[in-house]
């Protein structure tokens, strides 16, 4: 077993990004059960601000500390930075180039903290070049999630993505959307045929307004960071990792068709509910466009009334209830497999009777096949609630469905009809599926 780990050791730079150490022991129990596993060292980034300006560059520090001190063949030269030879390669490595000399020396590892090249944000560590993970620890796996949690799983947020297409005709300035203070991880995609401008809640231009285009690059925005790409001549886009401090307000200038422009972002689930209702899983279409053009109500919905309660419904409901249809066999699954709009593999979390239909929450394991995105929890509807198909909690399924879009388009959602495909997951299930996708297109 390990014993504790002692403390973090000094930082190695006192600004630009150094690293700092601390280890623990393996205390040997038993001789025949071998070494601990893990490791016994664990390192963290630290002093991450930014050095003066006026600062010299780590290497080129490492390298002058060489100066003058005899090396080859009893010869003395002043050194600065190579960047060729083992840089790339070994980017732990310290490659000194002689000044007024055509030759340069490997003087071994680099010191901890330096900065590797070849990765923003990675540095050297002995002799190895790691990227810290959100936690700060070099080499960790752990990542923010979209809602800037670390080693998080999405879960402490909603996310909200739609496409507007306007059935207006003429080019000209006729749109508008907010994009709501709070929200992480905001892209917006959209073609070079529209010149979409940015702003912030001041009614103030921050991206392509008063009649000008904005190089791409970094902006600050809204109290974060803004990211804005655009390619040669075919799509431009906006990137804000969040969370903003203040609403976003997208604007459109279209000199053509408009072909769509998508955009999503993820809100606190406070807010969520404020803007777009309670559930992100299927809920509401955004209403057609208006006759103003406008992409999204800028003004907040006020929240939507508690739904009506749920309660278990007794078996046979409605007195209506017979013989579950029994569907299976290689023609169904295979005619569901190419006609359904999704075929996933889910595990069954929880299930709620809502009038005359049921409402399972649904965790997406693995999609084979699906027209529409999915998120990585979405609810499932049946139309009745007499447990058919019988889906139990906690249990793994292969389900084929379909998208429901009513006339009124007020509801998208997944439905698994009574006749739908569900099938409690099997390795044989899966192997069986695979093959399909190939006899869909015949």
């Known amino acids: 077993e390990w014993a504790a780990w002692s403390g973090w050791s000094v930082c190695s730079r006192s600004c630009g990004s150094g690293a700092s ?5 393996c205390i040997t129990r038993n001789p025949a059960g071998g070494p601990c596993s893990g490791d ?12 003066p300006p006026s600062s010299e560059d780590f290497r080129e520090m490492q ?68 990227k810290p993970g959100c936690d700060s620890i070099l080499g960790s796996e752990q990542r923010e999630d979209a809602c800037m949690v670390c080693g ?8 909200h993505r739609s496409v507007y297409q306007s059935s207006r005709q003429e080019a000209g300035f006729w749109g508008r959307t907010a994009l709501m203070s709070g929200a992480d991880q905001v892209p917006v995609r959209f073609s070079n045929k529209q010149n979409v401008t940015l702003q912030n809640g001041r009614s103030q231009f921050v991206i392509n307004g008063n009649w000008k285009i904005n190089i791409p690059g970094e902006y600050s925005v809204a109290g974060t960071k803004l990211l804005y790409r655009r390619s040669a001549d075919t799509w431009e886009s906006f990137e804000v990792p969040g969370p903003t401090q203040e609403d976003l307000h997208l604007m459109v200038l279209a000199t053509d068709r408009n072909p769509g422009i998508e955009y999503e972002y993820w809100l606190p689930p406070g807010k969520y509910a404020l803007h777009h209702g309670r559930s992100p899983l299927r809920g509401l279409l955004p209403s057609p466009p208006d006759p103003t053009g406008a992409l999204e109500a800028a003004t907040p919905i006020p929240p939507p009334q508690p739904p009506p309660a749920a309660h278990p419904a ?129």
């Not at 016994?40 to 050095?51: L, S, V």
């Not at 030879?85 to 490659?95: D, F, I, M, T, Y």
């Not at 998080?152 to 996310?159: K, S």
């Not at 388009?409 to 190939?438: K, Q, V």
Request: glycine share 10%; net charge positive; with cysteine.
């Open 314 to 442: 007794p078996s046979g409901a409605g007195g209506h209830c017979g013989k579950c249809r029994r569907v299976k066999g290689r023609r169904e699954r295979q005619r569901q497999y190419c006609q359904k709009d999704f075929v996933f593999r889910g595990r069954v979390l929880g299930k709620l009777y809502r009038g005359e239909e049921t409402r399972y929450d649904v965790q997406i394991l693995h999609t084979y096949r699906n027209g529409f995105r999915l998120e990585h929890r979405e609810f499932l509807w049946v139309p009745n609630v007499c447990d058919c198909p019988r889906l139990q909690e906690g249990r793994q399924y292969v389900l084929m469905v379909r998208r429901h879009i009513n006339h009124e388009r007020t509801l998208n959602r997944i439905l698994l009809e009574e006749d739908g495909y569900a099938a409690p997951y099997r390795p044989r299930e899966d192997a069986l599926l695979r093959p399909l996708h190939r006899l869909c297109s015949n």
């Open 63 to 130: 390298c002058a500390a060489f100066n003058d001190r005899p090396l080859v063949a009893g010869n003395s030269f002043q050194w600065t930075t190579f960047h060729g030879g083992l840089c790339c390669s070994k980017p732990c490595e310290l490659s000194c180039l002689a000044l007024g000399h055509n030759f340069y020396y490997n003087f071994g590892r680099v010191l901890d903290g330096t900065a590797c090249n070849t990765e923003p944000g990675a540095v050297c560590v002995n002799g190895r070049c790691l």
């Open 152 to 159: 998080g799983l999405n879960t402490t947020c909603l996310h």
């Open 40 to 51: 016994p060292r664990q390192y963290r980034i630290c002093n991450t601000k930014e050095c």
């Open 21 to 25: 150490v601390r280890t623990r022991t």
